[in-house]
């Protein structure tokens, strides 16, 4: 048993005995946990990870005359000023207000741009009062000409996360990186045996105020992160999936380029690279064994994203150490993985804690209350808008043709209907294409007769059992206007078009008085 | 040598790959290729002891041959060594070295650019 005072009198003396995380896995297997636990005591540990939900107060200082900034934007992002009237927080996922630019530059690229110092055009607007008449301001402001920069992120460093697959026949575009069709590829993003929360499981000595390593500067632990959870399945002592979550505080104005940047998921959004690095005091034998797991008693639960839902079905479970390998065995087939987050950088910046620590210069602190180890699990909102399934909207009733029709014969009877999707099914109502007004136009101008020339093969289609929004979302995706809807034995039963959505959404505005 | 075929559209129908592979000791490999009616283009890779000789052949009976001069390249100050990239090259160009470092094969690259537009930071660069 040690304390943290004494450890902290071994790191003034030079005494102290500092090793990393990945160290200390071997150092237990080969000395044992009591053993370790006496010969050790601090082990540093390291993630250099896309962390969303991230971003920093900055504070202005007062112009003459004064404004009372109500709106604000740092290069064209925009920032919420809801705060007094020059203090703003940037949100590192806020895209840029310039359409053309949108997510290629966003909240987490200002935050670096600030670290490293650069200047960042500051447009301000407000509606002006007696006390603060100025309405627009427009200037350049840096790092040292701000009063306060303060990083403050409401949830970083996830213990343990799922990695992403997509199981659909197209490529999807996510959080979790580009993700292949046919699980073409998997994605997975924990530093695993040498991220923070993996090492302390159950939060037996991190919590408000443990100091840290905090993109390069000394930051603080200030409480749990928002949709902290102590409720996950574990093995291996350790949570199987995304858990507990922090809160994290540093000042930027002591923050290093090297160990934060702003980048860029294709086509979902910006995000904050975060380089995050906790100490962990082994107290004793309990905490030295917690602190060996390795990457392969690391449970990680591959997931399908291919599933726009909130749980997403779970296709296979892994480990660090199989993930990292570079390739993964899912159904006899050989799927290549890619990790998110950067593993070299999570390595060096355990050892720089680690050098910090040595050198005297970090002294550990004592928590003034620790992390909640039990009782807390994120709720999910329920959205009060029952969501409309495509069997419940209303469609026109179902009319279909088959691959011999003759196009003169489609034609009228599109016209008849007055529809411009017809699909094109065989005699058990199985989809063979799709048609649209467009391609009877196709047909005429270039003298086909038949419909099985000139009818789509690839169709994109709808299940009954979707939400419209999906629907909607997919019909914006591939700029169609119809979808068929299959059953689950995969036989045609309607239509669905962005007209019927267009109605729907009529009715619902006309139901919320909008 | 990579090479990119110009196939104009009379050459199309001729089976000048064909021939080329029976009566040249070339290994040919197509790595990819976008080829209709009204004439097309191929990227292939061509080796052997006869590969020259091949070349010339192909040149010859009217396919425009044009060497690829591309250059992949991985700016070292804005890549962070994540390895987003590495499971989405379609010719495993991309590797993770023992130190994790993420490494840029030029010589196995065939210009796809999946890693060029999926890098969270744009450090991957195909320029020809």
Redesign the interface.
Known sequence: MKTIEEINQRIKDGDAVVVTAAEMTQIVKENGADKAAEDIDVVTTGT?G?MCSSGAFLNFGHTDPPIKMTKTYLNGVEAYSGLAAVDTYIGATQPSRIPEIGIDYGGAHVIEDLIRGKDIELVASSYGTDCYPLTDLKTHVNIDNLNEAIMLNPRNCYQNYAAAINTTDETIYTYM??L?PNM????FSSAGGLSPLLNDPYFQTIGMGTKIFLCGAEGYVIGEGTQHNTEVQRKNGVPVNGAGTLMLKGDMKQMDPDYV?G????KYGS?L?VGLGIPIPVLNSDIAQRTAISDEDIVCQIMDYGTPKRSKPIVMESNYKQLRS?SVEINGVE???????????A?EIALELKSWINNGDFLLSNPVKLLKSEGSSPRPLEIRRQTVLVNEIKSKPLITTSPNDDIGDVAKRMVLNSINHLPVVDADQKLLGIVTSWDIANAVAKGKTLLKDVMTKRVVIAREDEPVDVIARRIDKHEISGLPIISKNNRVMGMITAEDISRLMCARNLKDGV | MKAWLKFSPKMVNQAVITDLIKNYDVSFNILRADINPKGGKMLIEISGSEAEKGIEYIEKAGIDLSPVNRVVKKDTDLC?????????CPVKAIS?EK???VDVNDKECVGCK?CT??C???AIKVVE
């Open positions: 250099f896309a990186g580009t292949l073409g590829n998997v994605s940047r980048a860029t998921m294709p995000t690279y570079g799927i290549e993985t890619s990790p998110l987050s950067s593993y070299k950088k390595l | 962070i060594d994540c390895g987003a990239c590495v499971s989405l993770v130190d994790w470092t999946l537009y999926s969270p930071t744009k």
